[in-house]
């Protein structure tokens, strides 16, 4: 008897102990994710700010910027303090540029932001991996090179080359044939298009970069990681 109650006690221990890891786990999984939904939602006013100064729309920029202060106090405190302060100084230069009607600077800065806050994601909670947000970023980017001039084809090669390894790192997750050689060309026509300078091309694989995006990111939900 002695023995199967210490048996029963040893048992109820290591329910105990199982209980309590997986609890432990599902109360980081639900503050990740928490945390992804505050950074997530911050992250498309920037996406949309880009597109408001490419088409020049003042009123859709400070809207924009109104979307994303509204957030602010909740987005400043997931991030850890040099981002923190990174993001206010982009946050601050797009301001003064909204004033000055420098849509360039805003149509640069914005992807820069949005960026800071999609590597602030949590990877454990996410499905849809955070390379596929940085192709989203590569596509915005592209965009706000190719709105300023003279053509920074420097920096838009480095931009297509980070593309080409975030890509890298999720292609092998993507079993979708068809779509993975798509996102082949699309990558593989930025890069290009930067070699030989042509501003057309360069401009048409972006948009078909953040159009590849969106399926991606359908890709991921439904198929998980």
Known sequence: ??????????????????????????????????????????SSPFEDLTEFAIAGDKRGIERAIRAYDAQAPKVEAELPAGKRDELRGLVADIRMAGRKGDYREIALKSPDAYRI????????????????????????????????????????GKVAEEAAKDWGSVRAGV?????????DVAIGGMKRACVSKDAEMALFAAQVDLALVDLLEGYFEKVGR
């Open 175 to 183: 079993a979708d044939a068809g779509l993975r050689d798509t996102v």
């Open 1 to 42: 008897m002695e023995a199967t109650r210490r048996l029963m006690l040893f048992v109820a221990v290591v329910l105990a102990v199982g209980l309590a890891w997986a609890g432990d786990g599902l109360a980081q999984g639900s503050k990740g994710q928490a945390k992804n939904e505050i950074l997530l939602s911050a």
């Open 117 to 156: 806050l999609v590597e602030a994601l949590d990877r454990g909670s996410l499905k849809v991996p955070v390379e596929v947000s940085l192709l989203d970023y590569a596509g915005f980017k592209f965009q706000g090179l190719l709105h300023a001039k003279p053509t920074d084809w420097q920096a838009l």
